[in-house]
């Protein structure tokens, strides 16, 4: 078999494992939709951002979603690797590349399902983006990319952590990092310190290309920090993990 052979084979385990763990499912595809019903009915009379808040939000948590379902691989990850799966991979032959990339595209596709949802009730709450369909492609381009970069990056966290409870936890930084963005409240709303950490952090140019795309108004200034955010956490995700992989393999 070739090694793209052996990563379809691996990305069907995958899917099986998720399926069968209904605690994935829940923080992979509905504690986003949880969160933006709590934030839109709860707090959004609470801010003041110049739109709809379910308008402003939702670019934001779709961003979340894709954080959400990391914890779910990084735990899969280190239980393939402190179990001895990966030895009796290494005695099939199954290439060492097509697990961890079994892993990645699964958390992508995850990651597209939980948004479908999130997007699915955001228009049943008002969303209306005036979005072309170039927009839409451009707010999708940049969701794959985020989740093929953030895939990367949780593998080697997984593979770097010593159990798959401290795996779960490696993951949470990840998971609030978007709540100090402009996710939920513009910046510039935020006090001292948290406003110039939230300006410069890698995941709000990242939601601000999102709503642009979706507003029909990208920006390049926006744009290309996503792009630069994107490729760079990729690159040291995927280093970091065939590196992480070699060694405890």
């Not at 949780?154 to 949470?172: D, F, I, Q, R």
Request: proline share 5%; hydrophobic share 55%.
């Amino acid at each position: 078999m070739s090694a793209k052979s052996h990563s379809i084979v691996m990305l069907r385990r995958n899917f099986k494992h998720i399926a069968r763990n209904p605690t994935s499912v829940f923080n992979a595809v509905l504690m986003p939709i949880v969160i933006m019903l709590m934030f839109v009915y709860m707090f959004g009379d609470a801010f003041s951002v110049g739109v709809d808040y379910i308008d402003y939000a939702t670019p934001g948590l779709m961003l979340l979603a894709v954080c959400y379902g990391l914890g779910a691989t990084a735990t899969a990850v280190n239980s393939d690797m402190t179990k001895g799966i990966i030895n009796r991979f290494k005695v099939m032959h199954v290439s060492r590349g097509a697990v961890l990339t079994g892993h990645v595209v699964a958390s992508v596709l995850t990651n597209l399902v939980a948004i479908a949802a999130l997007v699915g009730v955001a228009f049943l709450l008002g969303f209306s983006p005036s979005a072309t369909l170039f927009g839409w492609l451009g707010a999708i381009g940049i969701i794959v990319l985020l989740g093929f970069a953030a895939g990367w990056l949780t593998v080697a966290l997984g593979l770097s952590a010593k159990s798959p409870e401290t795996a779960g936890l490696a993951s949470v930084p990840l998971v609030m990092l978007p709540f100090f963005s402009s996710a939920i409240v513009p910046a510039d709303k935020m006090g001292p310190g948290l406003r110039e950490f939230a300006e410069y952090q890698p995941f709000t140019p990242i939601i601000e290309t999102l709503r642009g795309f979706l507003n029909g108004t990208p920006s390049a200034g926006d744009v290309i920090p996503a792009l630069v955010w994107c490729v760079a956490i990729a690159l040291v995700g995927y280093l970091w993990a065939r590196s992480t992989f070699t060694k405890r393999a």
